[in-house]
C-alpha cells in the first residue's frame, strides 16, 4: 500500500543552521505531496505542497522538490530560526474520491538559539 | 481557515464508559475527517465522511463509530473507552486537494 517514511528525529540545530528532513513514498501512481507543521499545543498546519513530479512547493523560507525517481520530497530551509521548532509531517494523497491524506510519522524539530 | 471547532478541548473518562467528540466547521466543506496523533505512529485514519450521511472506516476504526448528520457537524463515538484510546483526536476538513486539509485544535483524550 501506500506509504511515507520519514527520518526520525528529533532533530537539533542552533540557529541559522542549515536545515533537511529526509521523506520518501512509496505509491503506486503519482500522487500530490504535502509538508505539514505542528508547532506545539496546535493543529496541523500545511507548509507546503507539491502536485506533479520536478514540481517545487516553496513557503517561509521552507523548500522540497517531488522528485519521482527516488520517491523523495525532503524539506530544507536555508537558515532556521528558533520560532521554526514544530514537528513537520510529509504526507501524500493518492487518487479516489475520498481524498485521504496519509502521513509520516512526523519529525521533532528543536532550534536552540 | 476552515473555522473549525474541536469539542471539548481536554477531556478524562473511565474505561467502560461512551465519549463523543464533536468536530464543527463553518465553511461547508464536504469532506471531514478524524485522525488520533500518537507518539511514534503520526497521525491514522479513523474515520471520514464523504458528505452528510456518507461516511467510511479509516485504517483504525475498531472501538469508534462516527456521524454526519449535517454538513458543519462530524460526531465521533468511543462506544466504550478503553486505556489503549487515550489519545490526542484532529478533525480536519478539506476543501479541495490543492488547497491542503484544515486542522482543528485537538482534544487530548485520557482514559483511565
Known amino acids: 500500500g501506500d506509504s511515507v517514511t520519514q527520518m526520525e528525529g528529533p532533530v537539533t540545530l542552533s540557529e541559522e543552521a542549515f536545515l533537511t528532513i529526509n521523506c520518501t513514498y512509496t505509491a503506486t501512481g503519482y500522487p500530490s505531496l504535502f509538508w505539514y507543521v505542528q508547532y506545539p499545543g496546535e493543529g496541523l498546519q500545511l507548509l507546503l505542497k507539491a502536485t506533479k513530479a520536478d514540481d517545487k512547493g516553496s513557503n517561509k523560507g521552507f523548500e522540497a522538490t517531488y522528485r519521482k525517481e527516488t520517491t523523495s520530497f525532503h524539506l530544507e530551509k536555508g537558515s532556521v530560526q528558533v520560532s521554526d521548532s514544530a514537528v513537520y509531517f510529509c504526507a501524500l494523497h493518492y487518487g479516489g474520491a475520498t481524498n485521504k491524506l496519509i502521513f509520516g510519522t512526523g519529525t521533532l524539530l528543536a532550534v536552540q538559539p | 481557515d476552515a473555522g473549525i471547532t474541536q469539542s471539548p478541548r481536554h477531556k478524562v473518562t473511565e474505561t467502560g464508559t461512551p465519549v463523543t467528540l464533536r468536530c464543527h466547521q463553518t465553511?461547508?466543506?464536504?469532506?471531514m475527517y478524524w485522525y488520533r496523533q500518537d507518539p511514534g505512529h503520526g497521525l491514522r485514519l479513523i474515520h471520514y465522511?464523504?458528505?452528510?450521511?456518507?461516511?467510511d472506516k479509516g485504517e483504525v476504526s475498531d472501538g469508534y463509530s462516527v456521524s454526519r448528520s449535517k454538513t458543519e457537524d462530524f460526531l465521533l463515538t468511543l462506544e466504550s473507552a478503553t486505556s489503549s484510546q487515550t489519545s490526542v483526536y484532529f478533525c480536519?476538513?478539506?476543501?479541495?486537494?490543492?488547497?491542503?486539509?484544515?486542522f482543528g485544535s485537538g482534544t487530548r483524550l485520557t482514559v483511565v
Open positions: 480536519a476538513t478539506l476543501r479541495e486537494l490543492n488547497y491542503g486539509y484544515t
Open positions: 465522511s464523504y458528505g452528510v450521511k456518507d461516511t
Open positions: 465553511e461547508n466543506h464536504r469532506y
